[in-house]
C-alpha cells in the first residue's frame, strides 16, 4: 500500500488570506487534520482555519498534558512532553501507514518554535513528511508596528522571554534589532532586563498580530498580564543611503 504523507502546514500570524497558496490548498482539501491544543480550549491553529475545513474532515486534537504547570527545568516536564510527543507520532504515523495524508496545523512557520518540530524528528524516515513554511509571527509584529526591523549591517536577534534574567539583559544590551518571544507571565522579568540593558524607550509590544483583536504599545505603557504569544520588538537602526 502507498504511504500517506504527513504536512506540517504552517498558516502564519493568524490571518486566512496570509496563508500561502500551498497551504490554503492543503488544508481546504484535508481529510484528516491535526493540531496542538491546550486540553479545554479549541487551539489558536483550529481557530484560524475557522470554515476552511471540508464538511467530512476528521479532526484530531493533541492536547499538551502541561504547559505551565511544571517548571520548565523540572525534568518531569521534559518526561511528560517526550511521552505525549512520542503518542501523538504513532498515531499520525499510523493513518500515514493506513495510506491517509494527514496535515498538522502549525501556527506561524513548522520550524520556528513550533510543536511540529517534534513530531518531525520523530517521522522523518518513518513515513514522508512535508513541510509548508509560513509567514512568521514575528514577521506579523513588526508588520503591524509599520516600521521597518533591519538596516544594513544591523543584527537582528531572536530570544525567547523563559530565558534568565542576565542572559535577556546581555544579549538585548549586545545586538542591533530584538525580537522576544514567549513573553507571557515573564512580562515583569523582560521589562526589568530591558531597563537593564538601557533600552526601555526603543521597545514595543505587538499583542494578536496581524488578528482582529491586534494592539501595538510601548512596553512601558502595556499592562501587567499579556498574551503568551505577544512579541516585543527594538527596531535595528543601522545603515541606510
Partial sequence: MTLGTVHGVGLGPGAQDLLSVRADRLVREARHVAFFRKAGRPGQARRIVEGMLRHDAVE????????????LDD???????????????????????????VVVLCEGDPFFYGSFMHLYTRLAGTVPVG????????????????????????????????????????RIRDTDALVVMKIGRHLAKLRR???????????????????AEQKVTRLGEAQAVTPYFSILL?????RRP
Fill in 193 to 211: 532586563a530591558v531597563a537593564a540593558a538601557g533600552r526601555e524607550g526603543e521597545a514595543w509590544l505587538v499583542e494578536h498580530a496581524a488578528m
Fill in 234 to 238: 527594538i527596531h535595528g537602526q543601522g
Fill in 75 to 101: 525534568p518531569r516536564y521534559n518526561a511528560c512532553l517526550s511521552r505525549f510527543y512520542a503518542g501523538a507520532t504513532e498515531n499520525l504515523a499510523r493513518l500515514a501507514r493506513s495510506g491517509e495524508d
Fill in 131 to 170: 513541510v509548508v513554511p509560513g509567514i512568521t509571527g514575528m514577521s506579523g509584529a513588526w508588520t503591524a508596528c509599520g516600521a521597518p526591523m533591519t538596516w544594513g549591517d544591523d543584527v537582528l536577534t531572536v530570544l525567547t522571554a523563559t530565558l534568565p534574567e542576565e542572559d535577556l539583559a546581555r
Fill in 60 to 71: 484530531h486534537a493533541m492536547e499538551y498534558p502541561v504547559t505551565t504547570e511544571i517548571p
